[in-house]
T-cell receptor, first 113, second 109 residues
Framework: DSGVTQTPKHLITATGQRVTLRCSPRSGDLSVYWYQQSLDQGLQFLIQYYNGEERAKGNILERFSAQQFPDLHSELNLSSLELGDSALYFC????????????FGEGSWLTVV | GQNIDQPTEMTATEGAIVQINCTYQTSGFNGLFWYQQHAGEAPTFLSYNVLDGLEEKGRFSSFLSRSKGYSYLLLKELQMKDSASYLCAVTEGYQKVTFGTGTKLQVIP
């Protein structure tokens, strides 16, 4: 158990819908990362937050948005869902986000039908 | 931006040694991670190299050459449970961590 908690673990939704994935980082970690992993694909970096502020942005679609709240939990919002958005979404956290070890949650499986 | 290259797949025999290479091109290199990921599971941390040289941790060792943009992960005394994907990831500056596509290792009896 890495200490990073993600909910829901599994989610099935229809095209065009909107979902929110939630992440609680490890206790003491200030930085949160979001990654997308499609079937048999590598981890695609989406976005990173540090202490509530966006720190780095990767290949995140405009239909996706995220935020980190004052209590440091984070949410990833996916809207106007398409079949290709079906993937495993990982949240990860680290203490500073400055090159220290990143710990991953178990992921949220999203299936768009 | 960053460019990270790893072999897609490798096969090795139980009890043997395998070396998984990773080459990268990046500006503002800070360090390099190796993670292990079993199918459908979360990546788990193996090592983090910042300085040149070899770091050994049990059956796993990781090497870094910053001047060559090169790293490898060495797995000794392979076990069946080592069958997994091994991900190389590079930190750029003090910001985003970018992962390679991973090397799928199959350990055979």
């Amino acid at each position: 158990d890495s200490g990073v908690t993600q909910t829901p673990k599994h989610l099935i939704t229809a095209t065009g819908q909107r979902v929110t994935l939630r992440c609680s980082p490890r206790s003491g970690d200030l930085s949160v990362y979001w990654y997308q992993q499609s079937l048999d694909q590598g981890l695609q970096f989406l976005i990173q937050y540090y202490n509530g502020e966006e720190r780095a942005k990767g290949n995140i679609l405009e239909r996706f948005s995220a935020q980190q709240f004052p209590d440091l939990h984070s949410e990833l919002n996916l809207s106007s869902l398409e079949l290709g958005d079906s993937a495993l979404y990982f949240c990860a956290s680290s203490v500073t986000g400055g090159g220290d070890t990143i710990y991953f949650g178990e992921g949220s499986w999203l299936t768009v039908v | 931006g960053q460019n990270i290259d790893q072999p897609t797949e490798m096969t090795a025999t139980e009890g043997a040694i395998v070396q998984i290479n990773c080459t990268y091109q990046t500006s503002g290199f800070n360090g390099l991670f190796w993670y292990q990921q079993h199918a459908g599971e979360a990546p788990t941390f193996l090592s983090y190299n910042v300085l040149d040289g070899l770091e050994e941790k049990g059956r796993f060792s990781s090497f870094l050459s910053r001047s060559k943009g090169y790293s490898y992960l060495l797995l000794k005394e392979l076990q069946m449970k080592d069958s997994a994907s091994y991900l190389c990831a590079v930190t750029e500056g003090y910001q985003k961590v970018t992962f390679g596509t991973g090397t799928k290792l199959q350990v055979i009896p």
